[in-house]
């Protein structure tokens, strides 16, 4: 089935102990984005992969990293988390190259930090 | 800067129609497009339009696109419970992928 798997789909956690979320996808997408999700905000955009080792950053890329030495993966690390960076996270992967391009997307990641 | 905007709430009552606008501002998008967020769950792809189009329908829904005003509009015919969710709008960007997302509009759906 084709999918992107999120891990953890919920973490608590403390300030300052890094963490970081796991992002695979099975369908071979060149393209991998991360978001994040807050009441009244929408979906905001951290950081993304245009394909292995070419990261970019979004429109909220401040305190978070990302890598990318495989095409399936992406995780997203907070290296030192603070409570501004409570909450919902998301990622997605396309195709690149195919109009119309449809994101698909993980089911959630839920971070709180403390 | 690329922007997208709609209304953060709308609440029918089932079976009338849902009509949920947007407005965006990059005029060279070529595709626009309408995903949807059920409750605990990621994003998908509800419906898009190309940009030289005015009207596209699937079933229930209809897209209206009026490229002169930048606006884009989403209507559910014969709007149902399990149609409540949040509807995002959204544009493509200017790198290849990239989706400039409205806040979403959330959909209540009152029996």
């Known amino acids: 089935e084709a999918q992107v798997t999120q891990n953890p789909r919920y973490l608590i956690t403390v300030t300052g102990k890094k963490l970081t979320v796991t992002c695979s996808q099975n369908m071979n997408h060149e393209y991998m984005s991360w978001y994040r999700q807050d009441p009244g905000l929408g979906l905001r955009q951290i950081y993304y992969?245009?394909?292995?080792?070419?990261?970019d950053k979004g429109d909220v890329p401040e305190g978070y990293k990302v890598s990318r030495k495989e095409k399936r993966n992406f995780p997203l690390i907070l290296e030192s988390p603070s409570p501004n960076q409570t909450s919902l996270y998301f990622c997605?992967?396309?195709?690149?190259?195919?109009?119309?391009?449809?994101?698909?997307f993980g089911e959630g990641s839920r971070l709180t930090v403390l | 800067g690329e922007d997208v905007e709609q209304s953060l709430f709308l609440s029918v009552r089932e079976g009338d129609s849902s009509v949920i606008n947007c407005t965006y501002t990059d005029s060279s998008s070529t595709y626009l497009y309408w995903y949807k967020q059920e409750p605990g769950a990621g994003l998908q792809l509800l419906t898009y339009i190309f940009s030289n189009m005015d009207m596209k329908q699937d079933q229930r829904l209809t897209v209206l696109l009026n490229k002169k005003d930048k606006h884009l509009s989403l209507r559910i015919a014969d709007t149902q419970t399990g149609d409540s969710a949040i509807y995002f709008c959204a544009e493509s960007g200017g790198s290849q992928g990239n989706l400039i997302f409205g806040k979403g509009t959330k959909l209540s759906v009152k029996p």
């Open positions: 992969s245009m394909n292995v080792e070419v990261t």
């Open positions: 997605a992967s396309s195709l690149m190259g195919r109009e119309p391009g449809e994101l698909f």
